[in-house]
C-alpha cells in the first residue's frame, strides 16, 4: 500500500484550485495573470465567483472521494448538500 505524505495532497489540491479558478476565468473572457494584477471591484468580484466556483468543485471531489486513512491529516467533507456554481458560459 503506497501512503502519499498529507503535505503533497495539501500541494496537489492547491494546484487543483488555481487551475479551477483559471479556467473560471478565462471561460469569462479573461486573462487569469491580469485579472490577479488588477485592484478594482470587478476583478475582485471576478476572483471571489472563481474562488466559491472552484470551492464548490472541490467539495464535490471531497464527497465522492474514500474517507482518508485515519491521521492522514486530510479534511473530511461534512457530506452537506450545497448548491453547486456554474461558471458563466455554461
Known amino acids: 500500500m503506497t501512503f502519499t505524505s498529507p503535505v503533497r495532497v495539501d500541494?496537489?489540491?492547491?494546484?487543483?484550485?488555481?487551475?479551477?479558478?483559471?479556467?473560471?476565468?478565462r471561460?469569462?473572457?479573461h486573462d487569469p495573470h491580469?485579472?490577479?494584477?488588477?485592484?478594482d471591484d470587478a476583478a475582485r468580484m471576478?476572483?471571489?465567483?472563481a474562488a466559491?466556483?472552484?470551492?464548490?468543485?472541490l467539495r464535490t471531489v471531497d464527497t465522492s472521494s474514500p474517507p482518508p486513512v485515519s491521521g492522514s491529516g486530510q479534511s473530511?467533507?461534512?457530506g452537506s448538500s450545497e448548491a453547486c456554481l456554474r461558471r458563466p458560459d455554461m
Request: no cysteine; proline share 0%.
Open 11 to 25: 500541494e496537489q489540491r492547491l494546484a487543483h484550485e488555481r487551475r479551477l479558478i483559471d479556467d473560471y476565468v
Open 27 to 29: 471561460g469569462a473572457g
Open 34 to 39: 491580469q485579472v490577479r494584477a488588477r485592484a
Open 46 to 49: 471576478l476572483l471571489l465567483s
Open 52 to 57: 466559491a466556483f472552484a470551492a464548490s468543485r
Open 76 to 78: 473530511v467533507s461534512n
